[in-house]
């Protein structure tokens, strides 16, 4: 597993004192409230701030960091990707998994036959969509729903999915 997971991606500059404008990948946007610092992953290194301040604007985060005192020093996180550490994710409710998790385990039909692996997971609005991806590059879509999704397995890399009609 990921020791650290993504929680947004610093999107712009914001105000005149050195604010970042983030766009959150997290169900909860008020977690950022909970957080007391944060990485800055840019060109694959991280480098940790504290954070002192946080806002919301439209369904996006505005985060003061401590250090970045102007736009032009923002300017220069922009595109980075904010993480934190594994240990401080907040715990799930059963049923739910970090997007992290689910990416390439393999996936299988409730008939044993093998369909690829998670190659992305995006959302439609009504739920997830899971791009599998087989050895050839073709891809199937399956919605993260009940019918469809049936056991998820993190300790063996594998789910199970059961394929309604119409899907394939």
Not at 69 to 93: M, V
Not at 133 to 160: C, R, S
């Amino acid at each position: 597993m990921e020791k650290y997971l993504e929680i947004g991606q610093i999107v712009n500059t914001f105000g005149i004192k050195g604010q970042v404008k983030v766009k959150p990948f997290t169900d909860d946007i008020n977690r950022f409230d909970e957080l007391k610092e944060v990485y800055v992953e840019k060109k694959h290194e991280l480098k940790l701030f504290q954070i002192e301040k946080v806002n919301y604007s439209k369904n996006m985060v505005i985060l003061k960091l401590k250090g970045i005192e102007t736009p032009e020093q923002a300017e220069t996180l922009r595109n980075s990707y904010l993480k934190i550490n594994r240990k401080d994710a907040k715990k799930l409710p059963e049923g739910t998994y970090y997007i992290a998790d689910l990416i390439g385990l393999d996936v299988y039909t409730d008939e044993d036959k093998f369909l690829g692996k998670v190659d992305y997971i995006y959302n439609a609005g009504s739920s997830d969509i899971y791009v599998v991806k087989d050895e050839q590059g073709k891809e199937v879509l399956l919605p993260a729903i009940k019918d469809v999704l049936k056991q998820v397995d993190l300790e063996n890399g594998k789910i199970i999915v059961h394929i309604i009609e119409g899907l394939i």
